[in-house]
């Protein structure tokens, strides 16, 4: 498919939630998206492909990041890249071999797009994040529901996909903007 981001290629690190979803926006508009999957894995979600609307219009790569020589078959995927996408939680990305230092040694152009939960340090870095937390901590739920109903949940559609996976977007946008003009890549994270 021809798109404004014809000709970008992203490697996409599958999770669950805003990361998909940002990789499957970057897809809809042209660019070239392989995922990495778990071997015998449905996709995040464990859906068949034909039911797994976030992993649309992409490739799909199964590779065990635990075996031998797996992250290195990555990293050569990734020096070809111009926006890596993860969402797991603090460390396991470096755990794997696969952490910005090593892939920015890699590809000095890369724009290593993060999605964790509650970033990388703090009280919270190694907790899961799940929208409805982000959303009630933010006060945004308060806002959702009647007096009489209390807050109905959205869904995920309010704090991973409009406040994670849109921003993240946005953020590796503007830093591949850059990275055109000075050759140099860059971690965008959005907690």
């Given amino acids: 498919m021809a798109g404004p981001l014809a000709g970008l290629k992203v490697v996409e690190m599958v999770g ?18 392989i995922r990495i999957d778990r071997p015998g894995a449905a996709g995040a979600l464990g859906l068949p492909p034909r039911l797994d609307i976030p992993a649309r219009g992409r490739r799909s790569l199964a590779i065990d990041l635990r075996r031998p020589g797996a ?35 890699r590809n000095a152009r890369l724009v290593y797009g993060r999605m964790t939960g509650w970033g990388q340090h703090g009280p919270l ?33 309010v704090g991973d996909y409009g406040g994670g996976a849109m921003l993240l977007a946005f953020g590796v946008l503007c830093a591949l903007h850059e990275a055109r003009g000075s050759g140099q890549g860059q971690v965008v994270e959005r907690p």
């Fill in 16 to 33: 669950l939630g805003p990361a998909p979803f940002c990789a499957m926006l970057f897809a809809d508009m042209g660019a070239e998206v």
């Fill in 71 to 105: 992250a290195e078959a990555v990293l050569g995927l990734i020096e070809r890249a111009d926006v890596l996408i993860e969402g797991y939680r603090p460390g396991v990305m470096e755990r794997l071999g696969l952490g910005p230092d090593v892939c920015l040694a």
């Fill in 125 to 157: 870095a190694t907790q899961a994040g799940h929208d409805i937390d982000y959303i009630a901590l933010s006060g945004a739920l308060h806002a959702i529901g009647g007096a009489q109903t209390g807050p109905v949940p959205p869904l995920n559609y």
